[in-house]
C-alpha cells in the first residue's frame, strides 16, 4: 500500500519467517520472549534502508522508535492488567474496564481513554493475544528491549549490529531466554542500566530541536491531542 506501517509488518513477519526456516527441521522449544526479536530486531535493522522503501523515511524510523517506546510501556501495561484480573476471584465487566481505565492513567495514556462515567474503558477487549495467548504481551516489551540493544549497536557499526542479530537467531534456541541473550552479547532483563542507555541511544539519534521535537515519552503525547482520537496503535505485529 506504501505506507510505513504495511512495510513494516511486512518486514517483521519475515523475521518470524525466517526464525523458523531456520529450525524448520530441529527440535526447539518454542521460546515466545526470544521469537519478537527476531522480528522487531529486523524491523530496526530495516532503517537504513527506508531511503528506497519510505516516502520519508527519516519520519518513518522516527515513528518506528515511537512504536518501540509505546510498546515497551504498553505491553507492560498489559502484563499488568492480566496479572491483576487473574488474581481476582471474581468480577463483573465493569470492573475489569475501570481496572483498565486505572493502568491507562498510571502508564501515562489517560488522554486516550474514553472511560463512562463510571470510570471504566473496555477498548482492552482490542487485544486479541489476552484471550487466545494470555501474558504473551510482555514478550513485545523484553524483545524490544533486546532489539533496541542491537539496533543501537547497528547505528555506530551496521554490519556489527547485523552480526549481533544473525549470532543471536543461531544460538540453541532450546536454553533460557536470559542465556541466551547474553550469550550473544547482549544484557539481560536484571540490568538496570538498559532503559537508561536505550534512552540516551534514542537522544543522540533524535536530538530535540525548537522545530523538531524529540521522542522520549514527554514528547510522545502532545499537549493539543483530543479525546476524539482513537487510541494509538501500539500493539506488534504478532
Excluded: C
Excluded at 89 to 118: M, R
Aim: hydrophobic letters at 35%; proline letters at 5%.
Amino acid at each position: 500500500t506504501g505506507d510505513r506501517r504495511s512495510a513494516t509488518t511486512v518486514i517483521h513477519e519475515f523475521g518470524h519467517y525466517y526464525d523458523r526456516w531456520l529450525y524448520f527441521d530441529e527440535d526447539n522449544v518454542s521460546n515466545l520472549d526470544i521469537a519478537e526479536v527476531y522480528s522487531q530486531g529486523l524491523e530496526l535493522l530495516m532503517h537504513p534502508y527506508f531511503d528506497q522503501i519510505m516516502e520519508n523515511p527519516e519520519e518513518a524510523r522516527k515513528e518506528s522508535l515511537q512504536d518501540f517506546l509505546q510498546a515497551i510501556t504498553y505491553q507492560a501495561l498489559y502484563e499488568e492488567f492480566q496479572q491483576r484480573l487473574y488474581a481476582m476471584d471474581s468480577f463483573t465487566s465493569q470492573e475489569v474496564g475501570q481496572l483498565y481505565g486505572e493502568l491507562l492513567n498510571d502508564y501515562g495514556f489517560g488522554d486516550y481513554t474514553l472511560p463512562d462515567e463510571e470510570g471504566a474503558d473496555y477498548s482492552w477487549y482490542s487485544m486479541s493475544h489476552i484471550f487466545d495467548a494470555p501474558f504473551y504481551t510482555i514478550s513485545y516489551t523484553t524483545s524490544a528491549m533486546v532489539a533496541l540493544q542491537i539496533w543501537a549497536e547497528s547505528q555506530q557499526d551496521w554490519r556489527a549490529g547485523a552480526d549481533t542479530y544473525l549470532k543471536l537467531i543461531h544460538e540453541d534456541q532450546n536454553q533460557p531466554f536470559s542465556s541466551l541473550i547474553t550469550g550473544a552479547g547482549l544484557k539481560g532483563m536484571n540490568d538496570e542500566t538498559i532503559m537508561h542507555e536505550i534512552a540516551g541511544d534514542f537522544e543522540e539519534a533524535f536530538p530535540a530541536s525548537p522545530s523538531a521535537g524529540g521522542l522520549l515519552p514527554e514528547d510522545m503525547f502532545p499537549e493539543d491531542t483530543t479525546p476524539d482520537e482513537s487510541l494509538p496503535e501500539t500493539a506488534m505485529a504478532a
